[in-house]
């Protein structure tokens, strides 16, 4: 089974305290609700923490190893309600390249992770 | 000025509950101090949050714009204590290279930034 993330509200809420990134469209229902998107958007690294977790299922470790290389884009906003998770497109041992998908089946975003050894289990 | 993070330990207990990423080497100040880093680690997504917050001011927009692209090279695990910021390497009109330091002037994340147009403000 590959990592997946729920995204809710008071997740991104949380995240905007972490990051100091309170932007209306991230944190105000009623503002999002006026502009393209409708309603609240995550903040991009939300729907990138499967990615970190599938790579550290992948090697086994608690934390990605110095050297690791990501490469991403993004392709859709993510929202509350969303559950995002992980299409592995190929697996090496060099890499991985993925897509991360919504419920919906829509690739959120697309990416590669170069793998390298060390790092701590 | 650039954006830049002081990471805490609270911040990255509560990017735990967001990430359900509990691993010991983050949250727990003990466990970590008996691994090769000494101290808890900040998950990957925290030291690469003013990345996002630099490239939203380049562009102007509250959100990455759909189609955006990333590249990353994680160089150095990032701690409780450390101001994280962003020294600019190459901007243009496509895209920004930059380095993520530590208050010690170490890159922590190297990587560019490919610019795409659209988003909203």
Redesign the interface.
Known sequence: MTPS?TITQA?ID??A?????F????VDPDFAAA???GRT?A????P??PV??LV?ARLGL????????????????CHPGDTIGIVVKADGPEGIEFQCVNQRGEPVIEGAVRLVSGG?S
């Open positions: 993330i997740m949380s995240y305290a972490i990051s100091g990134d932007n209306p469209v991230h502009t393209p998107f958007i903040h991009g690294c939300i990138l923490e970190f977790r550290q608690a934390v990605l190893p110095q050297g690791t290389g990501m490469k991403l884009r993004y392709l859709r906003p701590i």
